[in-house]
């Protein structure tokens, strides 16, 4: 049977109705592979047991959304029959990730002239998880047409996630709770807009987002509160530390 949430509604007429927003990161995506955005055997099992969690805890979405990646729409997938949910998934443009590749195509110059010792870092960045967070980091912190709104740019990158969260957000009338799968990069935005968090900080706090970790936001179709971060139940009951990955 599918799980199916009784919709909001105010107990009071001076209450108004909020909304959860859940963002959920893509499972483990095949990192050091020539095609990254497919999940690895390990990222479906961890799809499967977030899934399997919500629906023991009987957690149901009323709407689901999914950025426009495949790592994306498998995690969805993957969870929403776990879970035996039968909502239908709606693609957000908004929510992919941002494009790395553009970022260290346009910054990367200009970096390595700052900072020549990178250059074995970026050779590696493909392969090495440590490498790929060094290189990518310090790209980011070279401002390079910030006023901008180009796919390289981290604020044009973040006014499109910020707009991707009104939208889902506008649609949130009647709702209990919403999903939105998604990446590290959307989920640290959205996290600075519900907090009011400088740049840097939630571009760090990116980096600590887990696979299939769950971060929840309040909204009442136009503020956002916060509510969870990072959360990690469904892994951590199953007492295997491989699990948890960040990559």
Same mark, same amino acid.
């Given at each position: 049977?599918?799980?199916?949430? &009784?919709?909001?509604?105010? *107990?009071?007429?001076?209450?108004?109705?909020?909304?959860?927003?859940?963002?959920?990161?893509? /499972?483990?995506?095949?990192?050091? *592979?020539? =095609?990254?955005? +497919?999940? @690895?055997?390990?990222?479906?099992?961890?799809? !499967?047991?977030?899934? @399997?969690?919500? +629906?023991? %805890?009987?957690?149901?979405?009323?709407?689901?959304?999914?950025?426009?990646? +495949?790592?994306?729409?498998? %995690?969805?997938?993957?969870?929403?029959?776990?879970?035996?949910?039968?909502?239908?998934?709606?693609?957000?443009?908004?929510?992919?990730?941002? =494009?790395?590749e553009?970022?260290? !195509? /346009?910054?990367?110059p200009?970096?390595? =002239?700052?900072?020549?010792?990178?250059?074995?870092?970026? /050779? #590696?960045?493909?392969?090495?998880?440590?490498?790929?967070?060094?290189?990518?980091?310090?790209?980011?912190?070279?401002?390079?047409?910030?006023?901008?709104?180009?796919?390289? %740019?981290?604020?044009?990158?973040? #006014?499109?996630? #910020?707009?991707g969260? +009104?939208?889902?957000?506008?649609?949130? =009338?009647?709702?209990? #709770?919403?999903?939105?799968?998604t @990446?590290?990069?959307?989920?640290?935005?959205?996290?600075?807009?519900?907090?009011?968090?400088?740049?840097?900080?939630?571009?760090?706090?990116?980096?600590?987002?887990?696979?299939?970790?769950?971060?929840?936001?309040?909204?009442?179709?136009?503020?956002?509160?916060?509510?969870?971060?990072?959360? *990690?139940?469904?892994?951590?009951?199953?007492?295997?530390? *491989?699990?948890? &990955?960040l990559?």
């Open positions: 049977m599918a799980v199916r949430p &009784t919709r909001a509604a105010a *107990t009071d007429t001076h209450e108004i109705p909020m909304t959860e927003i859940y963002l959920i990161r893509h /499972a483990q995506a095949s990192f050091g *592979t020539a =095609d990254y955005d +497919r999940l @690895s055997d390990l990222g479906h099992r961890q799809a !499967a047991l977030l899934g @399997s969690y919500l +629906r023991r %805890t009987g957690a149901g979405f009323d709407r689901v959304f999914a950025g426009p990646l +495949r790592r994306h729409v498998q %995690t969805a997938e993957g969870v929403l029959g776990a879970a035996e949910i039968a909502e239908p998934l709606e693609i957000v443009a908004a929510f992919a990730e941002i =494009d790395v553009a970022v260290l !195509a /346009a910054r990367f200009a970096l390595l =002239d700052a900072e020549p010792d990178l250059a074995d870092a970026y /050779a #590696r960045r493909h392969s090495d998880p440590l490498a790929y967070r060094r290189v990518v980091s310090r790209a980011m912190q070279i401002r390079i047409g910030e006023d901008e709104a180009s796919a390289h %740019t981290v604020a044009g990158f973040s #006014r499109r996630v #910020r707009e969260l +009104r939208q889902v957000a506008a649609r949130a =009338d009647g709702c209990r #709770r919403m999903a939105v799968f @990446s590290g990069g959307p989920i640290a935005v959205s996290v600075q807009e519900a907090l009011s968090l400088e740049p840097a900080v939630a571009m760090e706090l990116g980096w600590q987002i887990y696979n299939t970790s769950v971060s929840v936001i309040e909204t009442d179709g136009r503020n956002f509160s916060m509510k969870t971060f990072n959360a *990690t139940s469904h892994l951590e009951i199953e007492i295997d530390p *491989t699990l948890k &990955t990559f």
